[in-house]
């Protein structure tokens, strides 16, 4: 079955605490993609990469890190993570060819004290 | 600045009551607009992609339209397990897959 899988689901962490949320898919998919999503604002970007070591930002990056060492893997890390990083996180993917749709996960939700 | 804006922000439906959302865009050069559905602790789950001015797309009770600046997600004969979250991306022109979101309609449907 075709899979986005993200861990963990759920986590609550205190300001300050270095975490990485993992994201891998199962497609051989060479784009994957982070978005958080709040309230009224709707899913905005924080870091894409178009296929192995090739990662740039999105719309909102500050405050995360991004690696891509394998095609299938794409962890989003909080070094540092402040309260205002609280939300909901999902990790897509899509192959490169065309305008294929992208393919989500069933998201992480973050929440910082 | 390339804008999605989805309306209503909310919509309250009877079971069977047809209705339309609404989906527009500012982005130039369009290289496509998706439909999404997001159920509760769920991720986006894909429904259309429109390409061009004038195409349509169905799935069940679901139709999508296409115009130079909007879309319609038209609804027919709704029932319960339509309620849901429907989004709207739309996808810019450029060497990458970036897509812009809407905030999101959502839809409940009652019997």
């Known amino acids: 079955e075709a899979q986005v899988t993200q861990n963990p689901r759920y986590l609550i962490t205190v300001t300050g605490k270095k975490l990485t949320v993992t994201c891998s898919q199962n497609?051989?998919?060479?784009?994957m993609s982070w978005y958080r999503q709040d309230p009224g604002l709707g899913l905005r970007q924080i870091y894409y990469?178009?296929?192995?070591?090739?990662?740039d930002k999105g719309d909102v990056p500050e405050g995360y890190k991004v690696s891509r060492k394998e095609k299938r893997n794409f962890p989003l890390i909080l070094e540092s993570p402040s309260p205002n990083q609280t939300s909901l996180y999902f990790c897509?993917?899509?192959?490169?060819?065309?305008?294929?749709?992208?393919?989500f996960g069933d998201g992480t939700r973050l929440s910082i004290l | 600045e390339d804008q999605v804006t989805q309306s209503p922000e909310a919509l309250r439906l009877q079971e069977g009551e047809s209705s339309s959302l609404n989906c527009s865009y500012t982005?130039?050069?369009?290289?496509?607009l998706f439909w999404y559905r997001q159920d509760p602790g769920k991720g986006p789950e894909f429904l259309f992609t429109?390409?061009?001015a004038g195409e349509e797309k169905e799935k069940e009770r679901l139709k999508a339209t296409l115009t130079k600046k909007e879309s319609f997600l038209h609804i027919t004969a709704p029932k319960p397990e339509d309620s849901a979250t429907y989004l709207c991306?739309?996808?810019?022109?450029?060497?990458?897959?970036?897509?812009?979101f809407g905030a999101g309609t959502r839809l409940a449907v009652h019997p």
């Open positions: 897509a993917s899509s192959s490169r060819v065309g305008n294929q749709p992208q393919h």
């Open positions: 497609m051989n998919h060479e784009y």
């Open positions: 990469s178009m296929n192995v070591e090739v990662t």
């Open positions: 982005v130039s050069g369009l290289r496509g």
């Open positions: 429109l390409y061009s």
């Open positions: 991306a739309v996808q810019e022109p450029g060497g990458y897959n970036k897509l812009i």
